[in-house]
C-alpha cells in the first residue's frame, strides 16, 4: 500500500463542510470508465475478477488517514494484487481535484469520499457517479442500501461525531446530556466551547438549539466558557485539567487518552450527535472502477467498518469500537448556510460568548 504523504489540516477539518458547488461543466471524459463495469448482475467472482486485471485503486478521502490506510491493508490482505493508493485532504481541495479530473477527462482517482454534501449533491445530479454494483451496496448483504444509497449514486460510508465530555477527576458524576453543561458548578471558566469559525460549527449551534431550545445557547454563554478555536485543544483541555468539561470532543481523539489512563470521558447525547456524515462514490472518470466499486463495497462490510469508524459512527449496528450508527447523525442542511446565515449567526455568537 502507498500512502500519499501530503497530511493536511487537523482532527477538526474531518468536520468541515465546504460550499463549495460543482463548476460548469466542459471537457469531457474519454475513458468512459461506466462500460468497463462489470454489472451488478454478474456476481461477486465477476468483479473481483475485473478489479485485480485493473491490479489498483486509488481513493481520495477525507476519513482519517490512520484508519483510511488499515483499512486498505485489509483489502489488500482480503484481495492480493490490488495495490491502494489512498490521497488524504481537505473536501474542498479533493473536490476540485475531482471536477478538475471530470473536466479534463484524465482521471486519477477511482473513488471519492466527502463529507461536503454541498459539493456531492450537485455532481450526482450531474451523473458524475457510477451506480454501484458490490453486493453490500445493492441490497444483498448488512448494509441497508435503501436507506443509505441515495439517487445520484452517493453512499453513506460512516460518520464523524462530536459529543460532551468531562474530567472524571474535576467533574465526578459525569455527563448525560448536553443541558447537564448549564450546572451551575461548572460556570465561570470550567466549560469548554468552540468559536464558530466556519460554516460547519455554525451547524452545531444551530443543532443545539434545535434539539435542546432556542435558549440553549444563550444559557450555555452565561457559564462564562472558556473559547477554543477547535476539538483538539479542547479535549487537549480536558485531559489537563484546564476545563471540567468540553462541549465539542472528538472522541475519536480522546479515546487513546482514555485508554491510557487520562481522566477523561466522554457519553453521546440520547436522541443522537452533530457529525459530518461521509458519503462515497465511485466516480464516471475512473480508470479503475471495477477495484473502484470493489473497494467501496468493503468499506461498508463489517470488517472495514471495524476499520474505517473507530470511536465514530458507523452504517452497521453493533461495530466494535463505534460509538452511533449514522441514521442517528445530524444531516447538515447547507441551504441555512449561506454567507449571509453563518455571518449573523457569528454576530450574534459573539455577542453572547465574548
Given at each position: 500500500m502507498r500512502s500519499d504523504p501530503r497530511r493536511r489540516g487537523a482532527l477538526l477539518i474531518l468536520l468541515s463542510i465546504t460550499t463549495l458547488l460543482a463548476a460548469g461543466c466542459g471537457g469531457g471524459n474519454d475513458n468512459?470508465?461506466?462500460?468497463?463495469?462489470?454489472?451488478?448482475?454478474?456476481?461477486?467472482?465477476?468483479?473481483?475478477?475485473?478489479?485485480?486485471?485493473?491490479?489498483?485503486?486509488?481513493?481520495?478521502s477525507a476519513q482519517d488517514l490512520t484508519a483510511l490506510n488499515n483499512l486498505a491493508k485489509a483489502f489488500e490482505a482480503k484481495y492480493p494484487g490490488i495495490d491502494v493508493k489512498t490521497v488524504r485532504g481537505v473536501d474542498g481541495d479533493l473536490g476540485v481535484k475531482v471536477e478538475t479530473e471530470f473536466n479534463t477527462g484524465k482521471g486519477i482517482a477511482d473513488m471519492y469520499v466527502s463529507a461536503s454534501l454541498s459539493?456531492?449533491?450537485?455532481?450526482?445530479?450531474?451523473?458524475?457517479?457510477?451506480?454501484?454494483?458490490?453486493?453490500?451496496?445493492?441490497?444483498?448483504?448488512?448494509?441497508d442500501a435503501k436507506?443509505?444509497?441515495?439517487?445520484?449514486?452517493?453512499?453513506?460510508?460512516?460518520?464523524?461525531?462530536?459529543?460532551?465530555?468531562?474530567?472524571?477527576?474535576?467533574?465526578?458524576?459525569?455527563?448525560?446530556d448536553y443541558p447537564d453543561l448549564l450546572d451551575p458548578s461548572l460556570a465561570g471558566g470550567k466549560i469548554g466551547v468552540i468559536e464558530?469559525?466556519?460554516?460547519?460549527?455554525?451547524?452545531?449551534?444551530?443543532w443545539l438549539e434545535e434539539t435542546y431550545g432556542a435558549d440553549f445557547v444563550k444559557k450555555l454563554a452565561a457559564q462564562k466558557?472558556?473559547?477554543?478555536?477547535?476539538?483538539?485543544p479542547m479535549g487537549e483541555a480536558l485531559q489537563s485539567g484546564e476545563i471540567a468539561a468540553g462541549s465539542f470532543i472528538a472522541p475519536i481523539a480522546l479515546e487513546p487518552a482514555k485508554k491510557?489512563?487520562?481522566?477523561?470521558?466522554?457519553?453521546?447525547?440520547p436522541d443522537g450527535a452533530w457529525g459530518a456524515r461521509y458519503y462515497g462514490m465511485v466516480?464516471?472518470?475512473?480508470?479503475?472502477?471495477?477495484?473502484?466499486?470493489?473497494?467501496?463495497?468493503?468499506m461498508v462490510t463489517a470488517k472495514g467498518q471495524e476499520l474505517i469508524t473507530p470511536s465514530a459512527g458507523s452504517v452497521l449496528p453493533k461495530i466494535p469500537g463505534t460509538v452511533i450508527t449514522n441514521d442517528k447523525?445530524?444531516?447538515?442542511?447547507?441551504?441555512?448556510?449561506?454567507?449571509?446565515?453563518?455571518?449573523?449567526?457569528?454576530?450574534?455568537?459573539?455577542?453572547?460568548?465574548q
Amino acid at each position: 500500500m502507498r500512502s500519499d504523504p501530503r497530511r493536511r489540516g487537523a482532527l477538526l477539518i474531518l468536520l468541515s463542510i465546504t460550499t463549495l458547488l460543482a463548476a460548469g461543466c466542459g471537457g469531457g471524459n474519454d475513458n468512459n470508465a461506466e462500460s468497463k463495469v462489470v454489472p451488478a448482475s454478474a456476481g461477486m467472482d465477476e468483479l473481483v475478477a475485473a478489479a485485480k486485471k485493473e491490479g489498483q485503486i486509488t481513493v481520495y478521502s477525507a476519513q482519517d488517514l490512520t484508519a483510511l490506510n488499515n483499512l486498505a491493508k485489509a483489502f489488500e490482505a482480503k484481495y492480493p494484487g490490488i495495490d491502494v493508493k489512498t490521497v488524504r485532504g481537505v473536501d474542498g481541495d479533493l473536490g476540485v481535484k475531482v471536477e478538475t479530473e471530470f473536466n479534463t477527462g484524465k482521471g486519477i482517482a477511482d473513488m471519492y469520499v466527502s463529507a461536503s454534501l454541498s459539493w456531492v449533491k450537485p455532481q450526482a445530479e450531474a451523473k458524475r457517479f457510477l451506480a454501484p454494483t458490490g453486493p453490500e451496496l445493492t441490497g444483498k448483504g448488512d448494509y441497508d442500501a435503501k436507506q443509505y444509497v441515495h439517487d445520484g449514486n452517493y453512499f453513506e460510508t460512516n460518520s464523524a461525531v462530536l459529543t460532551f465530555g468531562w474530567n472524571s477527576k474535576l467533574y465526578s458524576k459525569g455527563l448525560t446530556d448536553y443541558p447537564d453543561l448549564l450546572d451551575p458548578s461548572l460556570a465561570g471558566g470550567k466549560i469548554g466551547v468552540i468559536e464558530p469559525t466556519a460554516p460547519s460549527i455554525v451547524d452545531f449551534y444551530l443543532w443545539l438549539e434545535e434539539t435542546y431550545g432556542a435558549d440553549f445557547v444563550k444559557k450555555l454563554a452565561a457559564q462564562k466558557p472558556r473559547i477554543y478555536p477547535s476539538s483538539l485543544p479542547m479535549g487537549e483541555a480536558l485531559q489537563s485539567g484546564e476545563i471540567a468539561a468540553g462541549s465539542f470532543i472528538a472522541p475519536i481523539a480522546l479515546e487513546p487518552a482514555k485508554k491510557k489512563g487520562a481522566p477523561v470521558d466522554y457519553r453521546m447525547p440520547p436522541d443522537g450527535a452533530w457529525g459530518a456524515r461521509y458519503y462515497g462514490m465511485v466516480l464516471e472518470s475512473a480508470p479503475h472502477p471495477n477495484a473502484g466499486q470493489l473497494f467501496a463495497d468493503f468499506m461498508v462490510t463489517a470488517k472495514g467498518q471495524e476499520l474505517i469508524t473507530p470511536s465514530a459512527g458507523s452504517v452497521l449496528p453493533k461495530i466494535p469500537g463505534t460509538v452511533i450508527t449514522n441514521d442517528k447523525v445530524r444531516v447538515q442542511d447547507p441551504a441555512k448556510l449561506t454567507p449571509e446565515a453563518v455571518a449573523a449567526y457569528q454576530k450574534k455568537w459573539k455577542s453572547l460568548f465574548q
